[in-house]
């Protein structure tokens, strides 16, 4: 499966920023997916998944409250709507899918992965 991240762009602190993950060479029915950030100079870090069912979607303790990942298996798109964000947002997202059922929050799992979609707040 090939994986599209799209919607970064530069923002403010408080607002609002949809990601996107679109999907082709496969359906994401079958995979559990995930949204991982690096942010400048920093290893990359996880942010939320969202498992097959979409029932679980465990996030990061900095994002939790202000981002929601959700999927569109219809739309083969995974999405993270981001908001209140931080200039500790800032970073560059990454979206990750493996074929498994549990919503891992470890890198390793993770074998297909977007180009990644800078995301940039001013304060």
């Known amino acids: 499966v090939q994986l599209q991240a799209s919607g970064g762009g530069l923002v403010q602190a408080g607002d609002s920023l949809r990601l996107s993950c679109a999907a082709s060479?496969?359906?994401?029915?079958?995979?559990?997916m995930a949204w991982f950030r690096q942010a400048p100079g920093k290893e990359r870090e996880f942010a939320s998944a969202i498992s097959r069912s979409g029932t679980n979607t465990p996030y990061t303790d900095s994002v939790k409250g202000r981002f929601a990942i959700s999927r569109d298996n219809a739309k083969n798109t995974v999405y993270l709507q981001m908001n209140i964000l931080k200039p500790e947002d800032t970073a560059v997202y990454y979206c990750?899918?493996?074929?498994?059922?549990?919503?891992?929050?470890?890198?390793?799992?993770?074998?297909?992965w977007g180009q990644g979609t800078l995301v940039t707040v001013s304060s």
């Open positions: 990750a899918a493996y074929a498994g059922y549990a919503a891992y929050e470890y890198e390793s799992v993770y074998n297909y």
């Open positions: 060479g496969g359906s994401i029915n079958a995979y559990v």
